[in-house]
């Protein structure tokens, strides 16, 4: 299963776009995309999936190029509330198996 | 709120002790799945039971086994407790038998004294 690598950390303003890169270069063929939020003693959120080339959804989009060695997940128009930490998700389909990045901590300023 | 409880919400246990942590998953998920998260080794997906069968597994030590149940609620249990089990334990749900999305509960924090 493809290992993932994220930036420990991001700084972003208020209303700013916010694009968090993950790199997975050995993803295989049937392997898909997760990405979560976690905030302080809470579980991970559901944020969005894809498996390639680019999903949308009410809160975040989800860019895979055609090789699919990485992937960037895309916030719109951050605010404060979006301070938490993000982690990508490669799942395998004939496995089962999950690997998690190791996070990227977002700090959202005034 | 998720609708995936986590029992016992802490759980404070000696060396060399057994524990068990306890699932229950959103209302219709099949899937359930455990987690270990400590600092230094961030998010670990440790099993994943679907429909009361084992589907997959990832780096879950042998001291460590779970089941699911035919009402679906889960059970972790760690066996021969060591200092570096501290962990917070999350167990999450999904639908089906693919992680696509998935629901966590609070999580079990566990420290090993």
């Known amino acids: 299963l493809a290992k993932t690598t994220q930036p420990i950390s991001m700084d972003s303003y208020e209303g700013q776009e916010v694009n968090i890169t993950c790199s997975h270069n050995n993803i295989a063929t049937n392997d898909y995309i997760t990405w979560y939020q976690q905030f302080p003693s809470q579980g991970p959120r559901f944020i969005i999936q894809g498996y390639k080339t680019k999903v949308t959804n009410e809160v975040a989009s989800l860019f895979i190029p055609a090789d699919r060695k990485s992937s960037t997940l895309s916030l719109p128009r951050v605010s404060l509330s979006d301070t938490a930490v993000y982690y990508c998700?490669?799942?395998?389909?004939?496995?089962?198996?999950?690997?998690f990045g190791q996070g990227t901590t977002l700090q959202v300023k005034p | 709120d998720s609708g995936v409880t986590q029992t016992p919400k802490h759980l404070i246990t000696a060396t060399g002790q057994r524990v068990t942590l306890r699932c229950s998953p959103r209302?219709?998920?099949?899937?359930v799945y455990w987690y270990q998260q400590s600092l230094d080794q961030g998010l670990q997906f440790l099993i994943q039971?679907?429909?009361?069968?084992?589907?997959a597994k990832g780096n879950i030590l042998e001291r460590f086994s779970a089941q699911q149940f035919p009402d679906l609620h889960s059970e972790l249990n760690l066996s021969s407790l060591e200092l570096g089990d501290s962990a917070l334990y999350f167990c999450?749900?999904?639908?089906?038998?693919?992680?696509?999305?998935?629901?966590f509960g609070p999580g079990t924090r566990l420290t090993v004294t």
């Open positions: 039971y679907y429909n009361g069968e084992e589907r």
């Open positions: 998700l490669v799942g395998s389909s004939n496995t089962g198996k999950l690997i």
């Open positions: 209302s219709g998920d099949l899937s």
């Open positions: 999450a749900s999904s639908v089906g038998r693919e992680s696509y999305e998935q629901y």
